[in-house]
């Protein structure tokens, strides 16, 4: 039971529409009845342990950056400041997580 629940995650794992919530509501209610362990369906949902620690290194480094340039102020103005925004901002913008199905 636990790895056909698993494929289900893991097929919906990287759909750009998301995994459906009727499956987390049918893994928890299994859980719920005993017809499941939560341990044995953990393993097998996504993202992994270590990309889930380098996500969150990466985000905490990200912030660290912001909070750093949002203490300097640059008395200069250049041509590019006048749109009011980096190029650095507008990537971040475009870039769309990825689905985390453990949180």
């Known amino acids: 039971l636990a790895n056909m629940l698993g494929f289900n995650f893991a097929f919906y794992e990287n759909d750009p529409e998301g995994t459906p919530d ?11 009845k005993g ?10 949902l996504g993202p992994s342990f270590e990309d889930m ?8 480094a990200d912030a660290r950056e ?10 200069n103005k250049e ?11 507008k990537k971040q913008q ?7 199905q453990k949180v």
């Open 22 to 32: 009727s499956l987390f509501r049918i893994a928890a209610l299994l859980i719920r």
């Open 79 to 89: 041509d590019g400041d006048e749109e009011g925004g980096s190029s650095k901002n």
């Open 35 to 44: 017809l499941l362990d939560l341990h044995e369906l953990y393993s097998q």
């Open 66 to 75: 912001k909070a750093r340039s949002l203490t300097t102020v640059s008395l």
């Open 53 to 60: 620690k380098a996500g969150y290194n990466k985000k905490l």
């Open 94 to 100: 475009e870039a769309t997580p990825t689905e985390n």
